[in-house]
C-alpha cells in the first residue's frame, strides 16, 4: 500500500510539471513565436518573400517632409528666355538729350520706389514697375512728345542693379544666402556648385517656387501735387452752428493762411475769432442756465477734415452718472469675449508651389531632379536633427539618430542590439507625438507578426518612442531555458540561474587569494 501511494505521489507530480511546463511554454510554442525564447523573432522562408512598409499608422498623420510638397513636372526643367521687368527699389539710369538744357544731356540714376513710380523733372510721375527698360524708354518718348517739350526726343534707359532677380539657399549647405540669377538656364546642380556641397546627412531638398513670379501692384494713379503756384481752396461748410462761413487757403510751404478779403463778404474781426475759438466764460451766467458738472466741456474743440474740408465739432462726453452701489456690487466682471473658432478664418490659395528633390538621385545623375532655378526661388535644404527613443526590453535602449536616413522599426531593433533577455515582442508600443498639438497617440504593434511578415513593416518618425514590453510569463521562460548546460564530456550543470561560480570558471585557492590581499595592503607575510 505503501508503495501504491508513493507511486501514485509520484505519477501526480510527474503531470502536475507536464501541465505546468505547458501552461508556461504553451503561448511560447505557438508560431511565429520560437520554441522557450519569444526573444528569437524571425520568418526564415524557403523561398523569397516580399513585404510592404507602412508610412502612415493613423488618418491624422501627414506625409513625411514639407506640406504638399510635389514631384519635379516637365515644366521644371524648361528654361524661360525673357526680357526683365522692373519691380520696386530696382535702380535704372535714365539719359535724356537737351531736357533741362539745350546741347547737354540729362542724366540721373533713379530708384523705384516702393508703389512702383519714378519722377523726372517737367514730366512728373511714371510708372515703371512691370514694364521692360525698351518699354519705359518709349513711355518717356510718348511723355515728351505729348507735352510739347521735345520735338524728337532721344532717350536710354538702362537697368543698374536688379533686386528682384535672385535666388536663396538655406539650411545644410557650406555658404547659405542670397545670390543674383544671371543665366536663365541655372540649375539646381550649378547652385550646389555656387554654395558648396550638401551635408552628407541631408537627403530631401526643397524648392519653394512661387506660382506668379511677378507682383501685385497697385493700378491706381497717383495723386498729383499742386504746382509751386497754385494754391489748394477747402470750401467751408454750408451752414456754420456759429452763423459765420470761412474759408482756409492752402499755399505749399506756408500751412494755413487766411483768404484774401475779396474773397469773403463779410470778414470777422478780431473780436469775434477769439470768441469762436476760445470764448470766455460769463462771470455771473444767468439763473435759467445751469452751471455745467465737474468734467463736463462746456465748449468742444473745433476739429479740421482734410477729406471733406469742413471744420466740426468734437463729441461732447457726457459725464458718467455715478450711481450709489453697494461695495460689494461697485465692480464687475467683465463680459465674456466670444470663442474663437478656426473654421471661421476664410482659406486662402495656396501662392507658392514646393518641389520635393531626392538629392541622392540628384548626385546620382538622374535628370528629372536636376529642375531650372527660378528668380525668387528658395532653395531649403532641411538639416537632419531627427531622432528616436528605444526603452523596454531591448539590449540598448536611449535616444538614437536617424542619421539622414529612414528607419524602420525592424532597422531599429537591429540599431540597439536586438531585444533583451524578458522581450515579448508581441506587446510592443509606439508613442507618437501629433504635429500641431500637445496630443500623442499610442499605437501597439505585434512586433513578432512583422518579423514573421504577416504584418508590414513601420517607418518611424521623428520623436518615435519604441517600448517593447514584457510579460508574466518571460521569467519563467528565461528561468527554463537556462536551467541546463551542456559540457563537454556530454554533462550538464543543473539550474544554471543559481549554481555557484565553480560552475562556469574555476575560482582562485584561498590561500593564495589572502597572500594577495596582505600584499596588496603592504602587510607582512
Not at 156 to 169: D, L
Not at 188 to 201: C, K, M, T
Not at 269 to 288: G, H, N, V, Y
Request: net charge negative.
Amino acid at each position: 500500500m505503501n508503495i501504491n501511494y508513493k507511486n501514485s505521489a509520484m505519477l501526480c507530480a510527474g503531470v502536475s510539471c507536464v501541465v505546468l511546463f505547458g501552461i508556461l511554454t504553451g503561448c511560447a510554442m505557438m508560431p511565429p513565436k520560437s520554441f522557450l525564447d519569444p526573444t528569437r523573432v524571425g520568418m526564415f522562408p524557403l523561398e523569397n518573400r516580399e513585404g510592404g512598409i507602412r508610412r502612415v499608422l493613423t488618418p491624422r498623420e501627414g506625409p513625411v517632409g514639407l506640406a504638399n510638397a510635389v514631384e519635379p513636372t516637365l515644366e521644371d526643367l524648361v528654361a524661360i528666355y525673357e526680357e526683365y521687368r522692373l519691380g520696386p527699389l530696382d535702380q535704372i539710369g535714365i539719359i535724356v538729350n537737351d531736357l533741362i538744357q539745350a546741347g547737354i544731356p540729362y542724366q540721373v540714376t533713379l530708384e523705384i520706389n516702393s508703389t512702383g513710380y519714378i519722377r523726372l523733372p517737367q514730366v512728373g510721375l511714371i510708372k515703371a514697375v512691370g514694364m521692360t527698360d525698351r518699354e519705359l524708354e518709349q513711355d518717356i518718348i510718348t511723355r515728351l512728345q505729348e507735352a510739347g517739350l521735345l520735338p524728337d526726343p532721344i532717350v536710354q534707359v538702362f537697368i543698374t542693379a536688379k533686386r528682384h532677380q535672385f535666388f536663396s539657399v538655406i539650411g545644410s549647405v557650406s555658404r547659405p544666402g542670397s545670390y543674383n540669377l544671371v543665366q536663365p538656364d541655372t540649375r539646381l546642380l550649378d547652385v550646389l556648385g555656387i554654395v558648396g556641397d550638401i551635408g552628407p546627412l541631408s537627403r530631401r531638398a526643397y524648392i519653394v517656387r512661387r506660382m506668379e513670379p511677378g507682383l501685385p501692384y497697385e493700378e491706381e494713379t497717383p495723386m498729383e501735387l499742386p504746382a509751386e503756384d497754385e494754391g489748394l481752396i477747402i470750401p467751408p461748410p454750408d451752414d456754420d452752428e456759429d452763423g459765420f462761413e470761412s474759408t482756409l487757403f492752402l499755399r505749399q510751404g506756408s500751412g494755413l493762411q487766411e483768404p484774401p478779403p475779396a474773397e469773403r463778404e463779410s470778414p470777422p474781426d478780431e473780436q469775434e475769432l477769439e470768441e469762436i475759438i476760445a470764448p470766455r466764460r460769463p462771470t455771473s451766467p444767468p439763473a435759467s442756465q445751469q452751471a455745467p458738472e465737474q468734467g463736463e466741456r462746456r465748449f468742444a474743440p473745433l476739429i479740421f477734415d482734410p477729406t471733406t474740408g469742413t471744420l466740426k465739432e468734437a463729441p461732447t462726453e457726457q459725464a458718467p452718472i455715478r450711481a450709489e452701489q453697494p461695495a460689494e456690487q461697485a465692480f464687475e466682471e467683465p463680459a465674456e469675449r466670444p470663442e474663437f473658432d478656426w473654421e471661421d478664418v476664410p482659406e486662402y490659395e495656396l501662392s507658392q508651389r514646393v518641389i520635393e528633390i531626392d538629392v541622392v538621385a540628384l548626385k546620382a545623375g538622374d535628370p528629372r531632379y536636376n529642375i531650372v532655378i527660378r528668380s525668387r526661388d528658395l532653395v531649403n535644404i532641411p538639416v537632419d536633427t531627427g531622432v528616436f527613443y528605444m526603452m523596454g526590453e531591448v539590449a540598448r535602449p536611449g535616444v538614437y539618430s536617424f542619421g539622414g536616413r529612414e528607419i524602420t522599426i525592424k532597422q531599429a531593433i537591429a540599431t540597439v542590439g536586438g531585444f533583451g533577455r524578458l522581450a515579448w515582442p508581441s506587446r510592443c508600443e509606439i508613442i507618437r507625438r501629433e504635429k500641431g498639438t500637445d496630443k500623442q497617440i499610442t499605437i501597439p504593434v505585434n512586433l513578432d507578426h512583422v518579423f514573421a511578415g504577416l504584418e508590414d513593416d513601420i517607418l518611424l518618425r521623428d520623436d518615435d518612442i519604441v517600448n517593447v514590453g514584457t510579460d508574466i510569463i518571460a521569467p519563467f521562460l528565461f528561468v527554463i531555458r537556462n536551467s541546463f548546460r551542456f559540457t563537454y564530456g556530454f554533462g550538464f550543470v543543473y539550474d544554471r540561474n543559481f549554481a555557484d561560480k565553480d560552475a562556469y570558471y574555476g575560482q582562485m585557492n584561498p590561500e593564495s587569494r589572502k597572500i594577495a590581499e596582505r600584499q596588496q595592503q603592504g602587510l607582512p607575510f
